[in-house]
């Protein structure tokens, strides 16, 4: 069964603290994926791999940055939090070439 | 660009009544199209899909028609159930491999 598993499902943290948000998949897929969800907003891009090392912006990347040294392993960093980066992260992989992306839990993160 | 239009919720029916959920887009070229769904608590997963005009996706009693000449992918299902009740995404791609362009989300509710 494939699997796409997230470090945590919810976390609290202060503004001006630096975050980790891992990704783990198990599939060895080369494309890996974070997206933000807000209400009424859907799923928004922010950083996409296509495989170890190789790293994209997607449509929000400000304020985030990406680190990718394995291939089953896809880290999401917010250097600095701030309170507008309140938001649920979901993270997801996929094989090249390929449409469907397989989709973890979600990490729904809260920055007070 | 590409965008995703989604009538948005939350749609509230009683088990056993006709869903539908409208689903517009715009792109350029022929894109392939999709539906999401994220049940309580889960990530996202692919509920059925659509390549082409004129095709018909459908899983799980739910059904979908791109439609080119109205850019539309209407998602129905004839007969509801209380474990429908999930929030549903619309998307759209250009080819296999590039990246999805994801629609606000409806959230539907099925009461008993």
């Known amino acids: 069964d494939v699997k796409v598993t997230q470090s945590s499902r919810y976390l609290v943290k202060r503004t001006g603290e630096k975050v980790f948000l891992e990704c783990v998949q198990d599939?060895?897929?080369?494309?890996m994926f974070w997206y933000r969800q807000d209400p009424g907003l859907g799923l928004r891009l922010i950083y996409f791999?296509?495989?170890?090392?190789?790293?994209e912006k997607g449509d929000i990347p400000e304020g985030y940055s990406v680190s990718r040294e394995k291939k089953e392993r896809f880290s999401l960093i917010l250097e600095s939090a701030s309170t507008n980066q309140t938001s649920m992260y979901l993270c997801?992989?996929?094989?090249?070439?390929?449409?469907?992306?397989?989709f973890g839990p979600g990490t729904r993160l809260t920055v007070t | 660009g590409n965008s995703v239009t989604q009538m948005e919720g939350p749609v509230t029916l009683s088990e056993e009544a006709f869903l539908t959920i409208n689903c517009t887009y715009t792109?350029?070229?022929?894109?392939?199209l999709f539906w999401y769904v994220q049940y309580p608590g889960e990530g996202l997963q692919l509920l059925l899909k659509?390549?082409?005009?004129?095709d018909k996706g459908s899983n799980k009693g739910f059904e979908a028609t791109y439609r080119k000449e109205t850019t539309s992918f209407h998602l129905e299902k004839g007969s509801v159930q209380v474990s429908d009740s999930a929030v549903y995404f619309c998307?759209?791609?250009?080819?296999?491999?590039?990246?999805?362009?994801f629609g606000g989300g409806t959230r539907l509710m099925v009461k008993p």
């Open positions: 997801a992989s996929r094989t090249t070439l390929t449409y469907e992306q397989y």
């Open positions: 599939m060895d897929h080369e494309n």
């Open positions: 791999s296509y495989d170890v090392k190789m790293k």
């Open positions: 792109a350029t070229g022929y894109p392939s």
């Open positions: 659509a390549t082409k005009a004129d």
């Open positions: 998307a759209l791609t250009a080819y296999a491999g590039n990246m999805l362009t």
